[in-house]
Each structure stands twice: as structure tokens, then as C-alpha cells.
């Protein structure tokens, strides 16, 4: 079980914010979370109330506070960083938001008339089931996994994103009327046509993006080759051995890499092709990589995969002889695009040359009645800017279905 920041903690953190007159936290939150107002509530000891504005405003709050890039975000832009350290804002609202989820009455707000199916359940789904659900929708949920969560779950690793907190999302999602099947994959076999055939009036689509890009160089079909977002899935099941080199510098390149000193390696070593100053995993994340151990190689581009090891050369010009690092498994970790099960079984929605779904400012795609949003629109992207951008099509399906059911409203998101 995990455990929640101790209150004294949160509360000597929440007196050092200064009120700012013109918080520059709230301007760097996508979300635009209303943070001294909200931290202003909890010194009042208003904690419900304050976590009834945090997940109004985002109904992944409590996930956000562990999973967000805040030294990007709200925490960046605190002035206290400018010359020490920032308000740890991340651990105020995660103990706000976890106890206000173990309190919330979960009761519907409205009763529309309606029947959405939501195809895929990572951050995009779980805001849009949330928000419809407590406008009285009848919601089902379809996940191709075997639990909901999507990369929350299968993606990102238990040692920042406790599995529990999942669940207690599932169950309030429950206790809201939303039903969720399960190992259940939409394209193949039952298509969006047939959810329309069974009566749905709206179809959501955000299923992420689950295909791994590759590096296009030989041995990438090895047995001891593996793709990171594969492995996250389920490390238990793999035998990595005791060295690792995990090739990428992001956000899942260092959880595959801290996942995998977590599951018995005993050297990882992370390759990139650039240097320090250009890795796009947050600073939090590299710390905690080398807090685990890990060595980094920067100015290091594989050019084939063997069962040894990495053959690779320099790419900061000072030498051009060709390399070798042993190494037992090798982990891809160089992004992912979007798998096309939904879209090539089902007529008029439109891929740009990404494969990725094409949609107006509301979510709408170019088939009637579908809408997408998350990374299968935008590509891999933080939580947060996947619930922004959620809460725009939910209420643009909300319209929808109520202009279909034959109220007069307007077309607007």
C-alpha cells in the first residue's frame, strides 16, 4: 500500500507559498489549476472543498500530482525557484486530491439522456467517463487490456504511479453506473459500426499510442531485443540478465531503466545519441536514475543490435571507428506511434501521415458521431495536457447528444 504525504510535511510546504498577486504556478499549469486558492483552502483546513476544486478541474488530479513534469510546469514558475527551492505544489495537491477521493460522495450531478461508448481507458477515457458520467450519461468503458488504466497502468511504473490509486479511480467510475468490459479490443472483430448498431449515440476514441518506433538498424528481431513499451507491460515476465542498455533518453527510457534495476540488473546503462542538455526525460527523472545506479552514454548512436551486445559509433565527431558495448538485453526506447485497429476497420476517419487521428478543435473526427482525443491525436504527450484537451470533447459529445436527442444547442465545444 502506499503511503501518503505526511500532513505536517504538506502543511509546513503550503505556508511557504506567497499568495503572488499574479501566480505564475497557475500560468504554468496546462490545466490552469488554481493552486494559491486551492493551497489557501487547505490552510483553512478546507481540504474536502479543496479537492473538490482540484477534481473539478481535472478529474485525474490525484494522478497528476505524482505523474506531471511540475519542474516544467507549476513548480517551474513558482518565484520561489528563482533563488531556492519552489513550493513543492505536486505533494500539496496529491494530498489533497487522495483525500478527497477516499471522502467524495460519489453521486451524479445530472440525468442526460445518452449512450457513450469510450474506447480505450488511459487519461483521455478516465477524464471523459468521469465528466460524462456525472452529467448522467450511461457510459461503457472498452479496454483492450485486462484492467483499466491504460499507460497509466501498463506504462508508467508502480514506483511512481501506485497501482491503488487506479483502482479507487475504477471504483468511484463504478459507483457512478459506468460499466467496463475488459480484454476487449474494438476493430477487429466488434467495430465502431457496431457500437452505433447497438445504440450508442456518441463513440469516444482514446487508445493511445501502443507501437513501438523502431531504430531500423539490424538486430532489432533478436530474443534479447526488446521495446520499452512492451516491457513495461509486464518486466515480471522478463529474464534481462545483468546488463542493460537501454537506448533513448525520455521519460520511458528512464522507467524501462529504473524498472530494470528494480527487477535484478545489476549494470543498465542508458545510449543517446546527444548530449545532457538535450535529453527530453524531466531533470527529476534523470536524478532518479542516477540516484538507481544508472550510467548514462551521451554521444553514442547504435548501428546494429547482436546478441552480445551494441555496436555503435560516436556522434560528436571525435571518432569515427565503430564501437562495441556487451550488454545481456537491449531496450528500445524511441517513442511510439499508434496502432491502427480501430481506424483500418472503419470507414471516413481520417490518419495524418503519423497515423494519428485527425480532429477538429473539439474533437470531432471526420466520421459522424466519433470523436478522439490523448495521444492517439496528439502523440505522446504529458497526462495533463491529454485532461485539458478531454474536457473540451466531453462537452463537445455533451452537445452533441443533446442536439441528436433534439435540444436547440449551439455547436460550439
Known amino acids: 500500500m502506499y503511503e501518503l504525504p505526511i500532513q505536517n510535511d504538506v502543511m509546513a510546504e503550503a505556508s511557504r507559498c506567497l499568495k503572488c498577486k499574479n501566480p505564475k504556478c497557475r500560468q504554468g499549469c496546462p490545466i490552469g489549476t488554481e493552486i494559491p486558492e486551492v493551497i489557501e483552502m487547505l490552510l483553512q483546513g478546507k481540504t474536502y472543498e479543496a479537492g473538490e476544486v482540484l477534481f473539478k478541474n481535472n478529474p485525474l488530479s490525484v494522478i497528476c500530482s505524482l505523474v506531471c513534469p511540475h519542474e516544467r510546469q507549476c513548480e517551474g514558475n513558482c518565484v520561489l525557484g528563482i533563488k531556492g527551492d519552489p513550493v ?117 476514441i482514446g487508445t493511445g499510442v501502443w507501437n513501438p518506433k523502431r531504430l531500423n538498424i539490424p538486430g532489432e528481431t533478436l530474443w534479447n531485443v526488446h521495446f520499452a513499451i512492451d516491457y513495461l507491460k509486464n518486466p515480471d515476465v522478463y529474464k534481462l540478465g545483468d546488463k542493460v542498455c537501454v537506448i533513448g533518453a525520455g521519460n520511458v527510457a528512464m522507467d524501462a531503466a529504473r524498472t530494470a534495476v528494480r527487477h535484478g540488473a545489476k549494470q543498465v546503462e542508458i545510449m543517446y545519441r546527444r548530449g545532457r542538455e538535450d535529453v527530453s526525460a524531466t531533470n527529476h527523472e534523470v536524478d532518479g536514475a542516477l540516484e538507481d545506479g544508472i550510467r548514462f552514454r551521451f554521444y553514442e548512436s547504435p548501428v546494429k543490435l547482436t546478441e552480445e551486445g551494441v555496436a555503435y559509433t560516436k556522434t560528436d565527431g571525435s571518432d569515427d571507428t565503430e564501437f562495441f558495448m556487451d550488454a545481456d538485453s537491449i531496450i528500445v526506447a524511441v517513442s511510439q506511434g499508434p496502432k491502427s485497429n480501430i481506424i483500418s476497420k472503419t470507414k471516413d476517419i481520417t490518419t495524418n501521415h503519423k497515423g494519428l487521428v485527425v480532429t477538429d478543435m473539439c474533437g470531432k473526427t471526420t466520421k459522424e458521431g466519433v470523436f478522439a482525443s490523448g495521444d492517439v491525436v496528439t502523440g505522446a ?33
Open 88 to 204: 513543492k505544489i505536486g505533494q500539496i495537491e496529491h494530498y489533497i486530491s487522495s483525500e478527497y477521493m477516499e471522502n467524495k460522495v460519489c453521486s451524479k450531478e445530472g440525468e442526460h439522456v445518452g449512450k457513450v461508448a469510450i474506447v480505450g481507458s488511459g487519461p483521455a477515457g478516465l477524464s471523459i467517463a468521469n465528466i460524462l458520467a456525472l452529467k448522467g450519461y450511461d457510459i461503457t468503458i472498452y479496454e483492450a487490456h485486462d484492467k483499466i488504466g491504460g499507460v497509466l497502468r501498463y506504462g508508467i511504473p508502480e514506483f511512481r504511479l501506485p497501482k491503488e490509486i487506479l483502482d479507487k479511480v475504477q471504483y468511484q467510475l463504478e459507483k457512478l453506473g459506468v460499466k467496463i468490459r475488459p480484454n476487449t479490443l474494438i476493430g477487429p472483430l466488434l467495430t465502431v459500426e457496431d457500437l452505433f448498431n447497438d445504440g450508442y449515440d456518441a463513440v469516444f
Open 381 to 413: 504527450n504529458t497526462v495533463v495536457e491529454a485532461v485539458k484537451y478531454s474536457k473540451n470533447v466531453a462537452e463537445a459529445i455533451h452537445n452533441y447528444v443533446r442536439r441528436k436527442k433534439g435540444e436547440n444547442v449551439e455547436e460550439a465545444c
